[in-house]
């Protein structure tokens, strides 16, 4: 069975390497083209790519799939399936058509909830106690397509998204070998979603990143281990942003934003209801480092206010 694959970041290439180390004919890459990266910008390819050009296998990265120019590559390797996992293009019609057997989607979440861009960001951030890997036959829609496969994982209460990431990735390797193997014998079954239980993962914005303080402690923990590795979570203090890595829910209180306390344990600023205890943080320009280590950088005492609201 010869298999195209689509896809760009690391989560992509974990279940690219999964299909090579599988013993599967692997025809052709597509991903995004090379981005600026890093502190020089220089051009850097795609953790897909990377992969790719180590075991010798065509890539294309057209920017768009839109015209019969941009989908030559993919018609001319003739693939019997064409695997999709975080390519971050949208596949028109035309192209879903050119493989034999479909598209196979590799999706973060249990469909239908939390169809869309960031679907592991938002499972921690709603407080989600399961998520896991959906296999689906995709169709124009987002996200939209019959459930092929479908596997739960728990989130552990200290998950952040890197960490959920690593497991949903090696996860989605595994179920693409078992799909693709099911589906050369023609013993996968297609179930439509159901209507009730939708949800959309929103794309992740910057903007996002500051914290409120007004809002619960608790709250304000799921969206720090939420936006870990990305964008970070924010606090502002005297017009400087810092950014906020590790934090627990304690029981104390006081105005929203002002600092309770803070030590070598942590630094305790009041939300709208409870407070939280800061256990890593960064200062522009730095590095994450353990609250001892940043208040001796950044001097905190109690009674110091961070800002409330993210500003505009």
């Known amino acids: ?83 999709v996992a975080a390519y971050g293009l949208i596949l028109p019609q035309a192209v879903l058509d050119i493989p034999r057997l479909g598209c196979l989607n590799i999706h973060a979440s249990l469909l239908p909830r939390w169809r869309g861009a960031a679907p592991i960001h938002r499972a921690i951030e709603a407080g989600d106690t399961e998520t896991g890997i959906t296999i689906m036959q995709m169709d124009a829609g987002l996200d939209t397509g019959d459930m092929l496969l479908r596997q739960a994982v728990p989130i552990p209460p200290d998950a952040t998204t890197a960490s959920l990431h690593d497991t949903l990735a090696a996860l989605g390797g595994e179920m693409i070998v078992d799909a693709i193997c099911r589906l050369a014998i023609k013993s996968l079954d297609a179930e439509p979603q159901p209507a009730e239980g939708v949800t959309y993962a929103h794309k992740i914005a910057k903007a996002e990143a500051r914290l409120d303080w007004r809002r619960p402690a608790v709250e304000l923990a799921r969206q720090i281990r939420a936006f870990d590795p990305f964008p970070g979570a924010v606090a502002e203090l005297d017009g400087r942003p810092i950014k906020l890595w590790q934090a627990t829910v304690t029981d104390a209180s006081g105005a929203p934003g002002t600092v309770l306390g803070a030590d070598a344990d942590g630094v305790r600023i009041a939300c709208g209801e409870g407070a939280l205890c800061v256990t890593v943080l960064q200062l522009p320009g730095g590095r994450r480092v353990a609250a001892a280590d940043f208040l001796q950088a ?13 500003a505009h």
């Not at 950044?298 to 993210?310: D, E, N, V």
């Open 1 to 83: 069975m010869k298999i195209a694959f689509a896809g760009t970041p690391e989560f992509a290439a974990t279940a690219l390497r999964a299909l090579i180390d599988g013993g599967f004919e692997v025809v052709l890459v597509l991903t995004q083209p090379d981005r600026p990266a890093g502190r020089g910008m220089k051009l850097q390819p795609s953790a897909v790519k990377q992969v790719a050009l180590v075991h010798g296998i065509p890539v294309d990265q057209p920017e768009k799939l839109r015209t019969p120019e941009q989908q030559a590559a993919l018609r001319a390797a003739a693939p019997d399936v064409l695997v």
């Open 298 to 310: 950044c001097p905190l005492a109690a009674g110091a206010r961070l800002a409330l609201a993210p």
